[in-house]
């Protein structure tokens, strides 16, 4: 289906699901949320922050005197660690669950707010013995394991700055991050587990720390590995004297410690995220503007109830929504949650749903390319479980089209849990347009409207709102507590990439909306060239460099072409030297290539299709029309052709693609 048809399509949905009386009664947030937020959003967000613990209050909220730069409750000090556990033993609620951890083979563990506190202050006491102070870079490339929630606590406990890297991510995607960062430990275990299979990550990391070709050796002084495998050949590149065992080493420090006071601005992370260049962008996270957004939205959006609700999201600690709605919004709130290990289809395809049914759990947070697939697979297989315990579901990462929404909804849902599809970015630190369930009347499809105290717009390329029904620019058009602070060493780059079309004070997101007459958003992708595949952000230019650092490979170009499960997928288009006409003429060339990718940057990036043509369609002034490509490999009409160098090039790559 051609992009304008998905347009239409939903455009036409009319389905509409209004809160039940029973719902709204019971709801956490109340409709006064919005008055409240409209009449002074700063106020608003000052008295959300002072839901959290402050060491020193803060007199200040927000500071815009210098836009793009802002800072929020700047002259308030508090721990982010203490404000997600100790907090809550504090109140009494010690013998809580924190969360319920599911190893992918079966094996489990439930960790208290007493229990989780314990580990994160020996962690802590761990780091500080390693050296690690206020500031300081840890790197965290970790299966999801317990030790990878405590990792992230013990270093924001510390004031230090994580940067967590996807357990998928290769050696290459290792060592720029670490260097990037200047990280001075990373934290890593043997292995990890994956579609029935024990993976090993520790030797990725013996490869991204090995001196380069310049002999350029990384920051990395100390490397921390949990055992999770045992596979003694993971740890086969062992190096005495930078490598040390985490229980080894947790079994010698205190148990106590003491959370210090760190200032609001202190920095939390960084996350790297795809752009439109080759080079990832360390988004730059602070601390209590970011955790104030974070609890109130995890709060409110999903209507959580700490002492009975059981809530799980189902994405890694390597994605922001790890960060925010595994880590920092739940344990702030004292929720108790279910965190996975594993891929939802193992060893079975109901595995996920008998989670829900082992754990009860009654809030679930996950992504439209799971919920796809699940109803590819057919309702027979959840039907399996009960899933009667599960009373709100989310969405985030891509667009839900209202197909997947209203299955999600009947087969998951009972028919009646409410759905929120939550729309937000690494850069926004937490969520930004979202139904409030209990308030809102549902709509399959759309994103809906901004949350209480965030200001968005759709414009057109001259900053004016565009009319109901009108395509246009998604922005942000006041500063938000849990904004990027930054691009980690590139301020430069942080002003261009997101405050610059439209001047300092107003966010460009990167997507395009629609609003409709009613005022509800509908999200219509990207508008550059960073693609969604599978809610995951990746961008054309970092896989066509990894490309053409294949030998084999002239030029590249990368379009993400709409895939009926993961969104978008990668499709190639490559044009190979003539010095290696043998070796592309080989049926493998494409496969090899595909593999090529994915060793260096990792399986997400691995091309669905590469396509070897001899030429690419390009413009008189040499810039190549991925727009083309893209139609191509949709199995489009090709559009308007006329701005191409020579418009027979189109018919020559069709033909090479039969
Ligand atoms: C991009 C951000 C937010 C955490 C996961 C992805 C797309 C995200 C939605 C949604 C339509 C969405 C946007 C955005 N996106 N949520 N509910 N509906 N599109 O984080 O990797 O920073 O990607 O994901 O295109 O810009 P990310």
């Not at 219509?524 to 599978?534: I, P, Q």
């Not at 060339?589 to 043509?613: K, T």
Request: one cysteine or more; charged letters at 20%; glycine letters at 8%.
């Amino acid at each position: 289906m051609s992009e304008s048809n998905e347009i239409d399509n939903l455009l036409h949905e009319s389905r509409r699901f209004p809160p039940s009386d029973e719902f709204r009664a019971q709801a956490v947030a109340k409709a006064d949320l919005y008055t409240t937020a409209d009449a002074d959003p700063q106020a608003f967000w000052a008295e959300k922050a002072r839901d959290l613990h402050w060491h020193t209050p803060f007199t200040q909220t927000l500071d815009w005197s210098n836009p793009p730069f802002a800072t929020w409750f700047d002259d308030g000090e508090l721990n982010v660690a203490y404000n997600c556990l100790d907090r809550h033993v504090l109140a009494g609620n010690g013998d809580r669950v924190a969360f319920h951890w599911e190893g992918e083979p079966g094996d489990s563990k439930t960790f208290t707010y007493a229990e989780l506190t314990a580990e994160v202050k020996k962690a802590a006491n761990l780091l500080t013995a390693l050296g690690i102070r206020q500031g300081d870079r840890v790197a965290i490339y970790l299966p999801l394991i317990p030790e990878a929630v405590i990792a992230m606590l013990a270093v924001a406990r510390l004031g230090a700055i994580h940067t967590v890297i996807f357990g998928g991510f290769s050696a290459e995607s290792i060592r720029d991050r670490v260097n990037d960062a200047e990280a001075s430990l990373v934290i890593t275990a043997d292995g990890g587990y994956r579609k029935g299979r024990a993976f090993p990550l520790k030797p990725t990391v013996d490869k991204a720390l090995a001196p380069d070709e310049a002999g350029q050796a990384t920051t990395v002084k100390k490397v921390l590995v949990v055992k999770r495998t045992g596979d003694e050949t993971s740890v086969a590149g062992w190096q005495e004297g930078r490598d040390l065992w985490w229980h080894d080493e947790i079994a010698q420090v205190d148990s106590e410690h003491v959370a210090k006071p760190f200032p609001a601005e202190n920095p939390l992370f960084i996350l790297y995220t795809s752009g439109t260049t080759g080079k990832p962008k360390g988004i730059l996270h602070t601390s209590g503007g970011y955790l104030t957004q974070v609890a109130f939205t995890h709060k409110n959006v999903f209507d959580l109830k700490p002492e009975t609700d059981v809530y799980w999201s189902t994405a890694d600690v390597g994605w922001i929504t790890g960060h925010s709605y595994v880590v920092y919004g739940p344990l702030a709130n004292g929720a108790t949650e279910v965190i996975y290990e594993g891929t939802p289809d193992t060893p079975h395809p109901g595995r996920w749903w008998e989670i829900i049914q082992k754990y009860k759990v009654s809030i679930l947070y996950a992504a439209p390319t799971a919920i796809r697939t699940f109803m590819k697979l057919g309702r027979q297989i959840p039907q399996q479980f009960d899933l009667s315990s599960l009373r709100l579901l989310g969405s985030v990462g891509e667009p839900i089209n209202p197909e997947a929404w209203v299955w999600y909804r009947d087969v998951i849902g009972a028919g009646k849990t409410p759905i929120v599809d939550t729309w937000w970015q690494t850069e926004t630190g937490a969520m930004m347009i979202s139904a409030l369930p209990g308030i809102t009347t549902l709509k399959p499809g759309s994103a809906q409207i901004p949350i209480p105290g965030i200001a968005i717009d759709v414009v057109d390329e001259r900053l004016h709102s565009t009319g109901p029904d009108q395509g246009g620019l998604l922005v942000v058009t006041q500063p938000w507590p849990s904004m990027l602070r930054g691009i980690w060493g590139d301020p430069e780059r942080y002003v261009d990439t997101y405050w610059s079309k439209f001047g300092p004070t107003t966010y460009f997101a990167g997507d395009g909306a629609r609003r409709d007459k009613d005022g509800d958003i509908w999200l219509l992708g990207r508008v550059d060239d960073v693609m969604n595949v599978s809610g995951h952000r990746l961008s054309t230019a970092e896989i066509e460099s990894s490309l053409v650092s294949h030998p084999m490979v002239a030029e590249a170009a990368v379009v993400g072409a709409s895939d009926e499960t993961t969104g978008q997928a990668v499709v190639a288009f490559v044009i190979t030297k003539a010095s290696h006409a043998d070796d592309a003429a080989k049926d493998d060339a494409a496969a090899v290539l595909r593999a090529h990718v994915a060793q260096q940057i990792g399986a997400i990036a691995r091309p669905r299709q590469v396509f070897i043509v001899n030429e690419l369609p390009k413009t008189r002034s040499g810039k190549i029309m991925r727009r083309l490509l893209k139609d191509l490999a949709e199995g489009r009409e090709i559009g308007d052709t006329t701005t191409l160098a020579d418009t027979s090039v189109m018919t020559a790559i069709t033909d090479t693609m039969r």
